[in-house]
């Protein structure tokens, strides 16, 4: 049963405000391209090519304008509503017609996660049959976060979201694997105190159960959420740096479904002239000609 990925990027993005009055948080630029690429490079790396967008109904016209239907990068995308932000989970009730009974991946659309071999253990969680996978990366102000608490066998003993003192420096990243009981549990998920339904309290569930796997992201790993104006500098010169020192793209779609095998060079090079003198479309073109590993 193939994995089927959803990309939240709903809310209002009001610790953006001014700047998210005029447009969605998930379409601000990290550097060279939109946000939402770098979550959705994500999934591909997965190895999911079925998946579904989720924003509000003033924005999801844009997504659609900027994204497509993704048949020219090997990928299905589709559409869907969420009218109020009502908490993660309650992603998994909006997509739940589409999710038809299959395993799902779900990554926030402000999160920007990158390593050297990440592409493994995120095929690996999605070819999990039964339980969830998230990750947890070692932050040093846990509390705004779903943290995670390990025992002495670095098992997962508990999951808090944002403590105000937090029992470990281990926050959950916006990135999660769950297998086709995904919806069931979700409906089975109650409104916080806050009003929303809670990743964490669909979490613990999978934790109470006993099949609940954290992959601990180490030091080779980057986790930054562009949430904040400090976090969407950090990002933008983070993917900077990466790409101009090493040649390396980061977050970048139409390379990533090339290495994946989603599309050939040629259809990589027509991505590459349709960016036209871009530093990226320059970049694209190098991969294309594999003038660049």
């Not at 990309?7 to 998930?26: D, E, F, I, N």
């Not at 016209?61 to 990068?73: C, E, H, K, T, Y």
Request: glycine share 10%.
């Amino acid at each position: 049963m193939s994995m089927k990925g959803i990309v939240l990027a709903g809310g209002s993005g009001t610790r953006l405000h001014p700047v998210t009055l005029g447009t969605s948080k998930q379409l601000l630029p990290v550097y060279d391209k939109p946000m939402i690429y770098y979550p959705l490079t994500v999934l591909m790396l997965a190895g999911i090519r079925d998946i579904l967008i989720i924003s509000t109904p003033e924005d999801l016209p844009q997504f659609r304008r900027l994204l497509g239907d993704g048949g020219s990068l090997g990928l299905r995308f589709s559409y869907a509503e969420q009218p109020r932000p009502e908490g993660i989970a309650q992603a998994f009730l909006i997509a739940d017609v589409w999710l038809a009974g299959q395993p799902c991946a779900l990554v926030l659309g402000d999160n920007l996660i990158f390593g050297e071999h990440l592409s493994g253990l995120f095929r690996a969680a999605a070819e999990r049959p039964e339980g969830a996978t998230v990750f947890a990366y070692q932050v040093r102000d846990p509390e705004r976060y779903g943290v995670v608490l390990f025992n002495e066998a670095g098992q997962p003993d508990d999951i808090v979201e944002k403590p105000t003192v937090a029992p470990s420096p281990w926050a959950v990243t916006g990135l999660y694997f769950y297998d086709a009981r995904v919806t069931e549990f979700a409906r089975a998920v109650r409104p916080s105190a806050r009003g929303e339904l809670e990743i964490t309290d669909l979490n613990r569930m999978y934790l109470e159960e006993g099949s609940l796997q954290v992959e601990r992201l180490g030091r080779g790993c980057a986790w930054l959420d562009a949430g904040t104006p400090d976090s969407l500098l950090q990002a933008a010169s983070f993917v900077q740096t990466i790409q101009s020192r090493q040649g390396m793209l980061v977050g970048c779609p139409e390379e990533v479904a090339y290495r994946m095998g989603y599309i050939d060079a040629s259809s990589l090079h027509g991505h590459a002239r349709r960016l036209g003198k871009t530093e990226l479309g320059r970049l694209l073109k190098d991969v294309a000609s594999g003038l660049h590993a």
